[in-house]
Structure formats: structure tokens, C-alpha cells
């Protein structure tokens, strides 16, 4: 294939994707995204994961040690599998707090330390110069192998040359792209949906040459199979402690790695994409590895010995006689190299220009410049750091001259990021998280890295002199790079690992531990880990003395004139007043900060507007007065509910109370007709006779008869009256008991006597058992006499049967005494039951002796004054009253 | 602060909402556990990789992304903030 045509379609694709940005900036200038906001474009984007370390380094290192490429895909598969515990919130708080990058968001968590960012950039940038200067390598890789293979002698490209042409136009395309304009949230539509297109690229290039190779080169799945049982499995062993820590370190890596999280959180547009990239990332990596086995087992079969196994992608359909097939190749990982330099540059430029070169250039200009475009200084700085990101990248492979396999350098770059999971987890999940902790342990990873990991990956001799290796740093041989603290048995990468997070972790708890964070800090440690529990915490601003117009200024130098003023219109007309220029109220500021650190980084927005406000930040005293307002407030919410507990209760009392009123008016009412009706009945017959009587010429008989008559009319209503008075007296509880032994059998033996003259006639037949009425009672015999001969004297009178017997049970029970009265009749029925005891209650007139259904009343009212009571015992075949009286009645206080 | 009074029993829907969430939890805790089973398969310290391991890898791994593609639509619905982080 002639190396020309190479070089154009390469130039071709590149313009492609330059069209394909431009366009995708215009449609988003329109607000015209549509379908590029879907999920798959957010999940495609994420590929930049596989960069070209995968594309052709996953063959090598499958040539090499088999299985363990795999690992580098499990951990992002796990992480994202499981994106309900860290990916949601990460990306909830990235959205919610405006992160422009890993170092912004670790520097806001911590207070919006500037040192802190400062620290996560350089951390990046040195992990990530090697990475990008393995990229460059990559693309001169593959442009050697056709160059090599060419067989119409063209000249083949100077190496270097390649590479500086190479940096020079992904700068190029960085800059355009990356830098047109200074976003809210640094969203980069163009850029999102080139790489989204060169991932599509990537995957089908690696797919058609699977296919190729596994349908076209080897015969079959099944023979693909045999190939691999019949290579040479010496090297395809894994150590466990590899596996399991290469896992770890991928997933820690696809976390922190900054490119990463530009694409997974900054650029996020929606929260639900990420449940749709749970699995479908995962599964854009199952495609990419696919045949990775197969391409490394048939490369090793087919190609010479020798031949570099990282370059068998391209190597074995250009051996096959495939261009075509191989220019894809070349084109997927032209792709994958291209997108992760752009992406990452964009990434580290953001954090080098706002947490080092925007604080630089306002420390050193301070005040004195408040007229000029702050907009064009922060892009001019974003157009510097990417090519000086490339530059670097550059150099760093043009020093170490591309020789070292590419799944190493790869690695280091991993664990050099992995340094700030610590700070990271540490900082959304727990809020005694501290900045100094994560300064200690920041410093103490990155420095526990360099010493085992990226230093001596230069080789011995490089930049530690060979005899640190053999015999430690200082001569302390606890000290050597590869052994620290005596460990030698380890794998170097897996002891730097160990090492490097072991330590970075015991420096982040121990400093956090002991120290004691500062109110902006606890604010936005309560503002991170509690992202899903709202707006928590005062507002970051008090009132200060900041002059609006000074803060329109200094938001145009940064937002543009248009977006400034807009905003600050708005702002004015949710106040209330019409012009361009709010109050500075606490929820303005608030909202003015993080519409500027969308822009410039949380640390940089709050040091400007806190050089405004004068006031610089919230105080420890705000913060406490908030608790204890809110404090206050749950306990006066606490006191109005218990109030508001207690009017129900009294509420309901009341109404029980009316309740019973209005009854015991109506029982008065009914009292009171009912005792004219008994009044009445006697008084009448009374007056009729008498008035015959005056009449005068009667016979003597009918005078004796009538006057018989008057005379037991006066009797019955005296005994009525009598009753009234008692019944009165006992419910005043005004009765004058007289106290005293009696026996109990005395006692039923003159009620008995006394009854017997209640309907005389009937032969009444009583069951006693004597022996158990052989008790004292200290009580008012006469009394409870009265209630007994009641009892009696109502069985004789209602008892139905007509062999009557009345049977009297005397029972003994913790210092009571029962005596139950059961006769044989019929009994009462269920619903009169409760009636009976109430005054003037007769069940039938037809059975009517001459009471005025006091009886029963004034038992009740007996007994109670006895401390005892009387009630109707229900199924005991016929009418049964139970008297229950005290063994000993103890005279009541007056 | 005291955080708000939550409902101590739910009814079927969101009980069924949370046990998802409960099983997005522990699917990358399971995934794991089964991407470090082979280690255990073979005595010595070095474990040597077969063509079946290839196949057990890459079913699980399938494994995985079709129970989080089942999980997904679930999970991306009840996203409010009362009956979140139960």
C-alpha cells in the first residue's frame, strides 16, 4: 500500500472529524442537540477508555501474559455494574456543584483549597505525560509498520517527524475545539461526538479484524479454541495477587483517570444516561476484547518470532495481504490515540489554567485589571496548557525514545491516578474527611508512586542511580524502590500498589483524624455527602458589603457581557427590581459562585467574589448558629405538637364530659315524670275516695273500705317517699353507717324471716350450705340486711317457676365476700339486664307488687357505701344477683 | 439535624424499588467474587489460564451486563429524594 495514500486518508479522517465537530457546535450553538444528548453518544464517549494502550497494547499484553489484559476491562465493568454506590453520585455532585474537573472537585470538597487542586493537577499531569507520550508512540508505530511494509520504496517518515506532526495537529484540533468557548459546565458537544464517532471507529476495526481472523485466517471458533489449548501456556499465568490488584487498579483508574472524568461527569448531560451506560459501557468493552485472544494466539502462530506482538493487529492482515483491512486497523487506532490525547489535554488544561494559571495571573494582577476580558485570558491559558500538555507528551517520547512496551507505562499512568481515590471516596462518603488529610495524603501517595512505581520505570541508572535498587536509598535497605519495608516477594507493580495506597490511605484518615476542618470545608463536606438529602447547610455568603456593580464587572470579565448581564437582570427581577443590578443577598452570591466556578474552578470563583464581598467566607459561629436555629425550630415544632396533643386530649375529655351532662339531664327529666307518675297514681285514689267519703250517707262497710283504702294509698306513698329520701341520702354518700361485727348467716336468716312476707302464699323452697355463712363481717348489718331482703324478697315476687327455689352461695375471696342469690325462674333478659339497677326500672307492671322499682337503686347505692357492690350474674338458669362486700369495711375519711 | 421521620414499612411498589437497589448494590460485590473464583481453582501460586477459562470470564461477564441492563430501567425512575438512601 503506498505510504502516501496512508498519510492522505489519515488527513481525510482527521478533516472528517473536524467536520463532524464543526457541525455538531452549530447545531448545539442552536440549542439543536436532539439525539446527540442520548445515552449511546454518552456511552461511546466513554470509550475513551480503550485508548490505543487497548487497541493494540491489549494483543501484546495477551501475547505476553495471557489472561491478565482482561483485568483492565473487570474493574471498569464492576464500577459501572455497580454505579449505584459511587458513578450516581459522583455525577449528581459534579452536576450540582458545576466540578470542572477531578482537582476541582477535590479542591471544593476540601473548602475550595486552591493547594489542593494545585496538587491533584500536577499529580495528573506527570501520570498522564507518559500516557500521552505512549499515543504518540503508538500512531509512530503503526505508521513504521506500513512504512516498513511499503515495496515501492517510498520514503518512509522520520519517526520523530510523525510524532511532532502528529501533537501539532491534535493540538491543533484541541484548541479549536476545546477552547472555543468557556462553558458553565466545560461541555464540549463538538469534541463529545468526534470521540463518540471514533469509538464506533475503534470497535468496528477491531471487529472486522477478529472476524477476520478468526473466520478468514483460522478456521472457526472451534479451531481458534484448539489454537489456544495448543499455545505455549507457560506464559499464560497469572499471579493471583496480580489479578486481584489489577483489577482494583483499573477500577480505581477509570474513576480518576481526568480524561475520565471529563467525559463521565463533566460532560454528563443527564443522570439517567448513566443507568444506560451501566451496562452498555460494559459491554462496549466485552466487544473490544473479544477477540483479543484469538488476534494474540494466531499473530504468535502465524508471524514470524520476533515480530513486536503489540503490532499484530496491523501486522497480521497486512502479512495476509489485507490493506484494506489493515488501513481500518490503522484508522481505529489512529482513533483511539487521537481521542484520549484530545480528551485528556482538554482535561489537564482545565486544571492546569484554573487552579494555576488563572490564580497565578489574579495573585500578580490584582485589582489593577478589573477592565479587561477575564473570558479571553482563561482561554488563552487553556490554549497554553494544551500545548504544553502535548509538548510535554512529546518530549517525554522523544527523551525516552519509545522503546518500553506499551502495557507497563500504562499501568504506572493508572496508579499514579489511582492516588487520589483515597481523597476522593474519603470526601463523598465521609464527612469527617479534612483538607489536610487529603493534602497528607495526596503528597504521600504521589510521593510513595514516584519512589516505587514511575521513577524506576525510567529503568535503573535513569533517574535513581543503580544502587538504590540493590541497596536502598541512603544505604537503608528497607528503602530499595522495589522492596520498601522488606517485601520482597512482591510483584513491583502490585508492591507499589500496596504501598503507595496503604500508606496515601493511613495519611488521609490519620491527618483527617486529627485535624479540624474550617466552616467552608464542614459546609461542603455536608454538601457532598449529603448530595441527595437537598440543599443543606447556610448559605456560603452573608450580606457583605460588595458593591453590585463590582460584581457585574467582574462576572462580565468572565461570563461575557451578554451572559453577565442576563444573568444579573434576572437576578434583579426575582428581587423585585427592575435594571441590572441585584442586591448582593446571600442566594445571589451563592448562585453568581457557582455560575463562575462552572468556569474558572469553585477555588478561583470564591477567591474572586470573596475579594469583592470583603467578608472572606461563613464562620464556624454561622455554622453554629444555624444549628441551634434549626435546633431551636425542631423543638418549638416538638412543643407545638405536644400542645396540640394535649387540646385533643382535652378536647375529647370536654366533649365526654357534655356527653355525660346531656344524659344525666335526660335521666333527670325522666326521674322527675316518672316520680309525678308514682306521686300521682296514690294521690288521686286518695282524693277520689275521700271525696265520696265527704259526700257523706254511706254505709259503714264502704266507709271502713274506702278509709282502707285512703290509709294504704298514705301508706304506700310514705314508703315511697321513705325510699326517695334513702335513695337520696345514699347517692349523697351522706349515710351514717353504723359499724360492727354481725354474721353472716345472722344476717341471711333475718332477711329470709323479714321476706317471708312477701307474697306469703307461695311456698318458697331455699338451698343454703351453712357451713360456708359462718363469717364475721365487719359491715352495717342493718343495711346490707335491707339489700338481702330486696334480693329475696324480688325472687319471691318474680320467680316464674312453679316449684321456686332460691339457692344461696356464700364464696370467700381475698378478703371479699360473694353471696349469690339464684332462683329458678326465667330469669331477665340480655337487654334489660343493664337497666335493672336504674330508678323506677320495672321489667312488666303485670307482675307489679306494689314497689316503685326503687329496690334495685337503692341495693346499688347500699352497696357502694359498703365497699362492695351488687350485680346481675347472666347464665345461671334463672335471675342471679351477686353481692360482693368487703371482709373488713374500713371506716372512709369524711 | 435530625433527619425527617421515613415510613418504617412501604407498600409493594417501592419495597420492590429499594429490594432493586439493594441488588444493583450487590451485583458488582457478586461480579467480584466470580472474576476471582479462578484464582482458587488451581493449587499452585501461579494459576495457568485455559481455553475455558476464556469462555468462564466471558460469561460472566455477560452475565453481569444482563442483569444491569435488567436493573437500569428500574433504577433510573424512582430518583426522588424522599425515598432515597433507605
Known amino acids: 500500500m503506498p505510504f502516501n495514500l496512508l498519510v492522505l486518508s489519515c488527513f481525510l479522517y482527521v478533516a472528517f472529524l473536524f467536520t463532524v465537530a464543526f457541525v455538531v457546535e452549530g447545531r448545539a450553538a442552536r440549542g439543536r442537540l436532539g439525539w446527540l444528548r442520548s445515552p449511546l453518544v454518552y456511552t461511546l464517549s466513554l470509550s475513551i477508555y480503550c485508548t490505543a494502550w487497548t487497541f493494540y497494547g491489549a494483543v501484546g499484553y495477551a501475547a505476553r501474559s495471557g489472561l491478565e489484559f482482561l483485568t483492565i476491562y473487570f474493574g471498569p465493568t464492576l464500577v459501572f455494574v455497580g454505579w449505584w454506590w459511587l458513578l450516581r453520585k459522583l455525577v449528581r455532585i459534579g452536576r450540582q456543584h458545576h466540578v470542572t474537573s477531578i482537582a476541582d472537585l477535590i479542591s471544593s470538597r476540601y473548602g475550595k483549597s486552591n493547594t489542593l487542586g494545585v496538587i491533584v493537577t500536577v499529580m495528573a499531569v506527570v501520570a498522564a505525560t507518559p500516557y500521552i507520550a505512549l499515543q504518540l508512540q503508538s500512531v509512530v508505530l503503526s505508521f513504521g509498520v506500513f512504512a516498513s511494509a511499503a515495496p515501492d520504496g517510498s520514503r518512509p517518515l522520520d519517526p ?83 489479578w486481584t490488584g489489577l483489577i482494583f487498579l483499573s477500577a480505581a483508574a477509570v474513576i480518576c483517570l481526568p480524561r475520565m472524568f471529563q467525559v463521565m461527569v463533566v460532560e454528563n448531560e443527564d443522570e439517567g444516561h448513566v443507568a ?52 481500518l486497523a490503522f484508522l481505529g487506532g489512529f482513533s483511539s490515540a487521537t481521542s484520549m490525547v484530545i480528551v485528556e489535554s482538554i482535561a489537564l488544561a482545565t486544571m492546569i489554567s484554573n487552579h494555576v494559571m488563572i490564580p497565578m495571573w489574579l495573585r500578580l494582577r490584582s485589582g489593577a485589571a478589573a477592565g479587561d476580558d477575564l473570558r479571553q485570558v482563561v482561554l488563552m491559558a487553556r490554549r497554553l496548557a494544551i500545548a504544553a500538555v502535548l509538548a510535554l507528551g512529546y518530549g517525554y517520547y522523544h527523551v525516552s525514545g519509545g522503546s518500553a512496551a506499551l502495557a507497563t507505562i500504562g499501568l504506572v499512568a493508572f496508579l499514579g491516578v489511582a492516588q487520589v481515590l483515597p481523597a476522593m471516596l474519603g470526601g463523598i462518603f465521609w464527612r469527617g474527611a479534612t ?43 528497607w528503602l530499595r524502590p522495589h522492596s520498601l519495608f522488606g517485601t520482597e516477594a512482591m510483584d513491583p507493580l502490585i508492591h507499589a500498589l500496596f504501598w503507595s495506597m496503604a500508606l496515601n490511605i493511613l495519611a488521609f484518615c490519620l491527618g483527617s483524624l486529627f485535624t479540624f476542618p474550617g466552616p467552608v470545608e464542614r459546609l461542603q463536606g455536608a454538601a457532598f455527602v449529603n448530595v441527595f438529602e437537598g440543599a443543606v447547610g447556610p448559605q456560603r455568603w452573608a450580606r457583605g458589603r460588595a458593591e453590585p456593580e463590582a460584581l457585574l464587572v467582574m462576572a462580565q470579565r468572565i461570563l461575557g457581557e451578554e451572559t453577565a448581564l442576563s444573568l444579573f437582570q434576572s437576578a434583579a427581577r426575582a428581587q423585585g427590581k427592575e435594571g441590572f443590578l441585584p442586591d448582593p443577598t446571600p442566594a445571589f452570591l451563592d448562585g453568581l459562585e457557582a455560575r463562575l466556578s462552572g468556569s474558572v474552578g469553585a477555588a478561583t470563583a470564591h477567591a474572586m467574589i470573596s475579594q469583592l464581598v470583603g467578608r472572606a467566607t461563613v464562620t464556624v459561629e454561622d455554622l453554629l448558629a444555624v444549628a441551634s436555629e434549626s435546633a431551636q425550630i425542631l423543638e418549638y415544632s416538638a412543643r407545638l405538637e405536644a400542645r396540640e396533643a394535649e387540646l385533643t386530649r382535652t378536647a375529647g375529655a370536654l366533649r365526654e364530659a357534655n356527653d355525660k351532662l346531656t344524659q344525666l339531664s335526660l335521666q333527670k327529666d325522666a326521674f322527675l315524670s316518672q316520680i309525678s307518675h308514682e306521686l300521682r297514681t296514690p294521690m288521686t285514689s286518695i282524693r277520689a275516695f275521700s271525696e265520696i267519703l265527704t259526700e257523706g250517707d254511706l254505709p259503714t262497710e264502704m266507709v271502713v273500705r274506702y278509709g282502707r283504702i285512703i290509709h294504704d294509698e298514705a301508706k304506700r306513698l310514705t314508703r315511697l317517699l321513705d325510699d326517695l329520701l334513702d335513695l337520696s341520702v345514699l347517692e349523697n354518700g351522706a349515710v351514717q353507717l353504723t359499724l360492727g361485727l354481725a ?140 353481692v360482693t362486700v368487703p371482709l373488713r369495711l374500713e371506716r372512709l375519711a369524711a | 439535624m435530625r433527619r425527617p421521620k421515613r415510613p418504617l414499612f412501604l407498600a409493594r411498589a417501592p419495597y420492590r424499588r429499594r429490594r432493586l437497589r439493594d441488588a444493583a448494590r450487590l451485583l458488582p460485590v457478586l461480579g467480584a467474587f466470580l472474576l476471582l473464583l479462578p484464582l482458587l481453582w488451581t493449587p499452585t501460586s501461579r494459576m495457568a489460564m485455559t481455553s475455558g477459562d476464556v469462555i468462564y470470564f466471558f460469561s460472566v461477564w455477560l452475565a453481569l451486563i444482563a442483569f444491569a441492563a435488567a436493573f437500569a430501567p428500574g433504577l433510573r425512575g424512582g430518583d426522588t429524594a424522599d425515598d432515597e438512601e433507605d
Open chain 1, 160 to 242: 520523530g517527524q510523525i510524532a511532532v506532526w502528529v501533537a501539532a495537529g491534535l493540538a491543533a484540533f484541541t484548541i479549536l475545539f476545546g477552547t472555543r468557548n468557556l462553558d458553565v459546565r466545560e461541555q464540549h458537544h463538538g469534541i463529545v461526538t468526534a470521540i463518540a464517532v471514533e469509538a464506533v471507529v475503534k470497535l468496528v476495526a477491531l471487529l472486522a479484524v477478529g472476524s477476520f481472523v478468526v473466520w478468514g485466517v483460522a478456521g472457526g471458533v472451534a479451531d481458534v479454541i484448539d489454537r489456544i489449548e495448543a499455545a505455549d501456556l507457560s506464559a499464560w499465568q497469572v499471579q493471583p495477587g496480580r
Open chain 1, 276 to 327: 444506560r451506560a451501566s451496562w452498555a459501557f460494559p459491554l462496549y468493552l466485552m466487544a473490544m476484547s473479544l477477540f483479543i485472544v484469538p488476534i494474540a494466539v494466531v499473530g504468535l502462530d502465524r508471524l514470524p518470532s520476533g515480530s513486536n506482538p503489540d503490532m499484530f493487529v496491523l501486522t497480521l492482515p497486512l502479512a495476509e495481504g489485507q490493506g484494506a483491512l489493515a488501513m
Open chain 1, 435 to 477: 483538607r489536610t488529610g487529603a493534602i497528607l495524603g495526596l503528597v504521600t501517595g504521589l510521593a510513595t508512586w514516584a519512589y516505587t512505581s514511575f521513577l524506576p520505570s525510567f529503568g535503573p541508572g535513569a533517574v535513581l542511580p543503580e544502587t538504590v535498587f540493590t541497596q536502598g536509598l541512603m544505604g537503608f535497605a
Open chain 1, 743 to 882: 354474721s353472716l348467716q345472722g344476717m341471711i336468716d333475718t332477711a329470709l324471716t323479714a321476706a317471708r312476707q312477701t307474697r306469703p302464699e307461695r311456698d318458697f323452697q331455699v338451698i343454703r350450705d351453712l357451713p360456708s355463712e359462718t363469717i364475721y363481717l365487719k359491715t352495717d348489718a342493718d343495711r346490707l340486711t335491707q339489700v338481702f331482703i330486696n334480693l329475696i324478697s324480688n325472687a319471691r315476687k318474680y320467680c316464674d317457676s312453679d316449684r321456686p327455689e332460691l339457692r344461696i352461695v356464700v364464696r370467700q375471696r381475698a378478703g371479699r365476700v360473694t353471696v349469690d342469690f339464684i332462683d329458678n325462674g326465667k330469669g331477665i333478659p340480655k337487654d334489660s339486664q343493664a337497666l335493672i339497677f336504674e330508678k323506677f326500672a320495672r321489667l312488666t307492671d303485670a307482675n307489679r307488687a306494689g314497689g316503685a322499682g326503687l329496690g334495685l337503686a337503692i341495693c346499688r347505692e347500699i352497696m357502694t357505701n359498703l365497699g362492695g357492690s351488687v350485680a346481675y350474674v347472666p347464665g345461671q338458669r334463672g335471675a342471679a344477683f351477686r
